[in-house]
Structures are given as C-alpha cells and as structure tokens.
C-alpha cells in the first residue's frame, strides 16, 4: 500500500517541487484549459480524478503518479507544471495518449526521432533495446482497397493507417508530409539495392527520367511507376514515347517496356528507404 498525505494548496508537495513551477502566461494557461475542457467533457470532477490517479499510484508502487485535487486545480489554472508522472496518470485517467498531453506544454514528442537523428555519432554502434514495444508508428494504407503484401503499393499519408513499424525504422523519414511505396514481398525488380518488404520514401517533385548513360548504379535515380492498376519500382529509360522500367542486373528480372503516359505514369523518384536484409532466426 502506498501511503499519500494530503498537501494544503498554498504549500508546493514535495515530490513535484522541482517540477512545478509558475507558468508563463499564454502557453501554459492555454495547456491548463485544454485539461479542465477534457476533464469537464468527461463529466469527471476533480475528487474523482484524485481518487483514480491515487489508485494508479496504488498500483504502480509510486505516489508521483498520485495527483490532490488542490494540486490539479492549480494545473488547471496554470500555477504549476506537472511533472511526467503526473502528466502520465492525466493521460491514462483521460483517455488521451501521453504524446499528446505532453505537447500541451510545448513538447511534441512527434519530433524526437528527427531531432535525434540531428546528433549522428560518427562511430557504428548498437543501438540500445527499446524499454517497451509501444514505440511503434502506423503504417499508412488506403482505407477500402484490399492491400496484398506480395504487391508493390503506393500508400497514403500518414493521416491513414493500418499496419505499425518500429519507429526507429523510420525516424529519418518526413512521415507526416511525405508519400511512400511498400514493395511487395513478391517484387525483386531493384533486388539487392530495394529489396522485398521495403517501405520506400517517394518525392512527387521527381518526376522526369533523364536519358543518359550512368556510370555508376549508386547514383541513377530509382523511380516509383504506376501501371494502372499495379505498381513497381526501378530505374527508367525514356525513349520514343516509350517508359522502359529497367531491373537491376541481379534481380533476374526482364525490362518492362510501357507506352508513356497511356500505360505507365511515374509517381516519384525514391529517395528513402528502410528494409530488412534477411529474416530473424527464431529462438528455441
């Protein structure tokens, strides 16, 4: 059992006594409203959240995830800052995922995988075990079309989603505006370079095959083509109105050759990608 006791209103507990602290006008008063709005359209008052954080509290074998109604009031009117615990148990007690009340105060936890991604080490490491599998980021497909793993598709925006990946898969992806292509698990067309199972960045500005010679495969763009009514990815020649769609030399894969733009329009050029070299062993 977790013992709690009660802290007068004008005396600051001592557990959030590094964390609470005055609110600057505007931002938090604006994080203050938000609360009691979603508290208020709950129907829930300020003993009834006390008593369900105290039994979260109870339950995680730690009081900072307790919250006195005096101290939520003070919330409410933008005295103080709640600390992450408290933040954690408003989120769970409300409903609303913790990302989101975290952002309430100024911090979009949406933009630490690109903020992270800012400091590269020099230096190949391995990089440390999530603590949880909750960090995962939604996979965007198109509601009401069947979506067959063993196709190439072009997805949506990350606005629709069905399936999850690890979010450090993607972290250097501009998931939010950009368009990406899942490249079917049947789809060897740019193998080893792409291969099976890869989710691929797409930048729609990049559209034109250039015909040219290129010395170096590392270098020729890699486009992302719609065949009305599949998709594929590969590099493209352009000659005589003609979109040929040009495997690399390892896949096995024969040139396709589409009359352009009646049979093939081209989506993008890829310019990030993220995939699996081979499959995980299972353990015994």
């Given amino acids: 059992?977790?013992?709690?006791?009660?802290?007068?209103?004008?005396?600051?507990?001592?557990?959030?006594?590094?964390?609470?602290k005055m609110e600057q006008p505007g931002q938090q008063e604006s994080a203050g409203i938000r609360l009691q709005r979603i508290r208020k359209n709950l129907g829930l008052t300020l003993r009834q959240v006390e008593a369900r954080s105290r039994r979260l509290a109870e339950k995680k074998q730690n009081p900072d995830y307790f919250i006195s109604r005096g101290w939520l009031h003070s919330i409410e009117n933008g005295t103080f800052r709640p600390s992450l615990c408290k933040l954690y148990s408003l989120g769970a007690i409300y409903s609303v995922h913790c990302s989101t009340i975290f952002s309430y105060f100024g911090c979009n936890l949406g933009d630490f995988g690109r903020d992270q991604a800012l400091f590269g080490h020099a230096r190949t490491q391995l990089a440390p075990q999530l603590a949880t599998g909750d960090e995962t980021i939604v996979l965007p497909i198109k509601p009401g079309r069947a979506f067959r793993l063993d196709r190439t598709n072009l997805l949506a925006k990350l606005g629709r989603i069905w399936g999850e990946v690890p979010v450090r898969l993607l972290q250097h992806l501009d998931l939010r505006n950009g368009v990406y292509g899942y490249v079917g698990t049947s789809d060897r067309t740019m193998f080893p370079i792409i291969r099976p199972g890869s989710i691929v960045q797409i930048d729609q500005n990049q559209r034109r095959a250039v015909s040219m010679q290129w010395d170096?495969?590392?270098?020729?763009?890699?486009?992302?083509?719609?065949l009305r009514g599949q998709y594929i990815c590969s590099w493209c020649q352009?000659?005589?109105?003609?979109?040929?769609?040009?495997?690399?030399?390892?896949?096995?894969?024969q040139v396709r050759r589409f009359a352009y733009p009646r049979e093939a329009d081209i989506v993008g050029r890829v310019i990030g990608v993220t995939m699996r070299l081979v499959e995980a062993e299972q353990g015994d």
């Fill in 216 to 226: 170096d495969e590392d270098d020729r763009p890699i486009f992302f083509l719609e």
């Fill in 1 to 20: 059992m977790v013992a709690f006791r009660y802290v007068p209103l004008c005396i600051i507990p001592k557990e959030v006594s590094q964390s609470a």
């Fill in 238 to 253: 352009m000659e005589d109105g003609y979109l040929s769609a040009v495997p690399h030399p390892k896949s096995k894969c």
